[in-house]
Structure formats: C-alpha cells, structure tokens
C-alpha cells in the first residue's frame, strides 16, 4: 500500500505539467514501515538525459520529450534533506507525456540499480495535452523482471 | 573514527536491513570488497557476473564520484562517508505513444 499524504498527489502533477512536453523526474521522500511505503514530500529534480547516457546507441534520436534520467547526484542530494529531516528516499515518479500512465521496457531497464522486491516506489504520472491525467504506483518484483501495480491513496 | 558507507533505501534488504554500515578506512575498493564480502546478497545487486559494478550504480566518497577520483583506488580516511547511490532512467518508447 502507498499512502500520498498532504501536498505530494498536487506537486506531482503541478511538476509533470509545468515540464511537459518533457519528461520531469524526481524522488519522493518518507518512510516505510512493514508493507506501507508512505510518502510525505517531494524532491523535484531536473531531467539531465541527454544521448551520452544513453542506454542505447539509438538514443540518440530521442529527447526529454521521451527519455529521463535521474543523475546519482541529485539523489544523493535527496537522500540528505531526506536524512535531515528524519525521512528517506521512498520512491521516484517521472511524467509520460501524452501517454498511459503504464512503466515501459525502458523504465525497467532503467530501474536496475533499484533492488527489486522493496517497497521502493515508482509513480508514473501521463499528462494529456499539457494536463495531468492519471497517477500510478508500481513496485519492482522478480528480481527486476517487471513492475506490478500497487494499490495507493 | 571509521568509515560509513550508507546503503540507498530499496537495497537495505540485502544488507541487513542497515541504512549504514561502519568499516575500517582504506581504498573504495577495499571498503567494497568487505561489504561484498559481510553481505554476499547485496554484492550481487551491485556488481554484474564479470565483477564489474553494473551501470547507474554508483559510488561516491562525499560529494564526487570515485570514477572521477581515482576509482577503486580512491583513499577513503576515518570519518569520510561512502554513498551507494543509484540513477534512474527510462523513457517511453518509440511508436508506444
Ligand atoms: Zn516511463
């Protein structure tokens, strides 16, 4: 179970509009406490992909508008305002712009530093037309083989 | 005062259940030799089947990366801390939209 509480449902979708039509990214800080991952701020962070760190040499025809990365430098950066404040780093989301709000093969090849079977959240937010729409959760399981969606509120 | 190493949230299972990790001072290399070696599982989840550290994980002695220091070699001295940090990245695909 994920637990959004306060502001954190709002400042997803504020973010995925205000960067679309790009990709946004960013880390979501909390705590987990047995099966519940609650989550109670965000940490924004800028999409810094661009072809060289790239997973494929096709990347380079692609752009923020369909690619995100999340530099280590930025996660450690909310792993200590996290710390700070008693918290830890619970879960990222990204935006798909006008697309479902369902992981692709990319995101899972690109969640492999993740240890799969955590409560290590991943939110998807799809934004249509410049408005954000839906806003998942998923969980990777299978030794990082695939997402399942987790129920959230 | 020995080094910390500090473990990102998702990988704590495979290391105890620990946000830290204290060891005695030496190389990166030397530090993560003796994580791999106290936590087999987590060692899995950090290097690849040609014992190399798989990519997006990274790891940082303060606030820079070791492959910009002096990778394994990098000399980490009582008190300093090291970050198993993780990156993150995907994207939709081509034609999915
Ligand atoms: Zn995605």
């Known amino acids: ?153 | 005062m020995p080094v910390t190493v500090t473990i990102p949230t998702a990988l704590r299972q495979y290391a105890g259940g620990h946000a830290s990790i204290t060891l005695p001072a030496g190389s990166a290399g030397q530090i993560l030799a003796t994580l791999r070696e106290q936590y087999p599982q987590l060692g899995k989840q950090l290097y690849n089947d040609q014992g190399a550290l798989r990519s997006f994980v990274n790891v940082y002695v303060g606030d820079e990366d070791i492959r910009h220091l002096q990778g394994v070699e990098t000399p980490v001295a009582d008190g300093e801390t090291v970050s198993i940090i993780p990156a993150i990245a995907g994207g939709v695909l081509d034609g999915a939209r």
């Open chain 1, 1 to 153: 179970m994920i637990i959004l509480t306060g502001d954190v449902y709002h400042a997803i979708a504020q973010h995925a509009e205000e960067i679309y039509p790009n990709e946004c990214v960013g880390l979501l800080l909390g705590r987990i406490t047995g099966m519940r991952t609650e989550v109670e701020d965000v940490f924004p962070a800028p999409n810094r992909w661009t072809a060289e760190v790239g997973l494929t040499p096709t990347d380079a025809d692609h752009s923020q508008r369909d690619r995100f990365y999340l530099d280590p430098r930025d996660y450690l950066r909310a792993d200590r305002v996290a710390n700070a404040r008693g918290l830890d780093v619970v879960g990222c989301y990204h935006s798909h712009p006008d697309h479902l709000a369902v992981p692709s093969p990319r995101d899972l090849m690109g969640a492999q530093a993740i240890g799969s079977g955590s409560r290590f959240v991943f939110l998807i937010q799809s934004v249509h037309r410049g408005r954000a729409a839906e806003l998942t959760a998923w969980l990777l399981v299978d030794d990082g083989a695939r997402f399942v969606a987790e129920e959230m509120r």
